[in-house]
């Protein structure tokens, strides 16, 4: 997968921590020849998402498996539907399947309740963003699978865009210092990169407004109506965020204030995972 270019790397970490010296169950029980054709279940229904990181496990165990995807990523998927056909040596499946399961029930899982919550803006301008609240050296899975789900990602990582967050102003000396030295840095440094700052009340819009010089405010942990206000105060000069403390509950109410994102770390880091399993055929 192209999106993630490390992926193979990735995987072979995660075959060494299950594996170790060796499979011993597998070694112990099926013989060396012995062949079979195993079948992945989906057990609920949801958004299919790591099938071709599944499909890449299985390959990377055993090369000579063959894999039929019968599904594929962002496919609405129900309770009993085959996901996945996989043929070849019965110990190499069986040695591939909790690594391939593990990643496809979670991203499904992130997938799914991405899904279910972009359905609740549904009419709104709203988009949903993620954080980068992810599991370490499986964030850009993570928000693959947001992806899949329709959500949007947010900045990928601390190097693709300046986020000036509470520590950040207040180390610095104030949000109006906060922002010109990360002017003077990025013209020191010949980058463009795009400024988004967090304000934690409308004194603090205030004075970003005057200011000036950033390309996003967010909002943190305003609730509705001084959200509401603080989307009218701006009325569109900068691009709008809310963030902390949303939920399904309360998602639509911060929608209809007109703000342009809401992000929500649980995405990606308090999750279900979906229930898919590995059967003999």
């Given at each position: 997968?192209?999106?993630?270019?490390?992926?193979?790397?990735?995987?072979?970490?995660?075959?060494?921590?299950?594996?170790?010296?060796?499979?011993?169950?597998?070694?112990?029980?099926?013989?060396?020849?012995?062949?079979?054709?195993?079948?992945?279940?989906?057990?609920?229904?949801?958004?299919?998402?790591?099938?071709?990181?599944?499909?890449?496990?299985?390959?990377?165990?055993?090369?000579?498996?063959?894999?039929?995807?019968?599904?594929?990523?962002?496919?609405?998927?129900?309770?009993?539907?085959?996901?996945?056909?996989?043929?070849?040596?019965?110990?190499?499946?069986?040695?591939?399947?909790?690594?391939?399961?593990?990643?496809?029930?979670?991203?499904?899982?992130?997938?799914?309740?991405?899904?279910?919550?972009?359905?609740?803006?549904?009419?709104?301008?709203?988009?949903?963003?993620?954080?980068?609240?992810?599991?370490?050296?499986?964030?850009?899975?993570?928000?693959?699978?947001?992806?899949?789900?329709?959500?949007?990602?947010?900045?990928?990582?601390?190097?693709?865009?300046?986020?000036?967050?509470?520590?950040h102003i207040d180390f610095a000396g104030g949000i109006e210092a906060a922002i010109d030295r990360t002017?003077?840095?990025?013209?020191?440094?010949?980058?463009?990169?795009?400024?988004?700052?967090?304000?934690?009340?409308?004194?603090?819009?205030?004075?970003?407004?005057?200011?000036?010089?950033?390309?996003?405010?967010?909002?943190?942990?305003?609730?509705?109506?001084?959200?509401?206000?603080?989307?009218?105060?701006?009325?569109?000069?900068?691009?709008?965020?809310?963030?902390?403390?949303?939920?399904?509950?309360?998602?639509?109410?911060?929608?209809?204030?007109?703000?342009?994102?809401?992000?929500?770390?649980?995405?990606?880091?308090?999750?279900?995972?979906?229930?898919?399993?590995?059967?003999?055929?």
């Open positions: 997968m192209t999106i993630i270019p490390n992926l193979d790397e990735l995987i072979q970490m995660a075959l060494r921590e299950d594996i170790g010296d060796g499979d011993h169950s597998t070694l112990a029980c099926i013989p060396p020849d012995a062949t079979g054709t195993a079948k992945m279940v989906a057990k609920q229904e949801g958004i299919l998402c790591g099938a071709e990181i599944g499909e890449r496990v299985f390959k990377l165990v055993d090369p000579t498996l063959k894999v039929t995807l019968l599904m594929h990523d962002g496919d609405s998927v129900k309770k009993g539907d085959l996901l996945m056909l996989v043929e070849g040596h019965s110990g190499s499946i069986l040695t591939a399947e909790r690594t391939a399961l593990n990643y496809m029930q979670r991203l499904s899982g992130i997938a799914t309740e991405t899904h279910r919550m972009v359905l609740m803006l549904d009419g709104l301008r709203t988009r949903l963003l993620d954080t980068r609240k992810t599991t370490p050296n499986m964030r850009l899975m993570e928000k693959y699978a947001v992806a899949c789900g329709g959500g949007t990602n947010h900045r990928i990582g601390l190097y693709d865009m300046v986020m000036l967050k509470d520590n002017h003077q840095y990025l013209k020191d440094k010949g980058k463009e990169l795009r400024i988004e700052i967090e304000v934690r009340n409308l004194d603090e819009l205030e004075r970003v407004m005057q200011h000036g010089g950033v390309d996003r405010i967010m909002l943190d942990n305003f609730d509705v109506d001084t959200l509401r206000e603080a989307v009218r105060r701006i009325d569109g000069k900068y691009e709008t965020e809310a963030s902390g403390g949303i939920t399904d509950q309360t998602l639509r109410q911060y929608a209809e204030t007109g703000v342009d994102f809401i992000s929500v770390g649980a995405l990606t880091h308090h999750i279900k995972s979906m229930d898919i399993s590995l059967v003999k055929k």
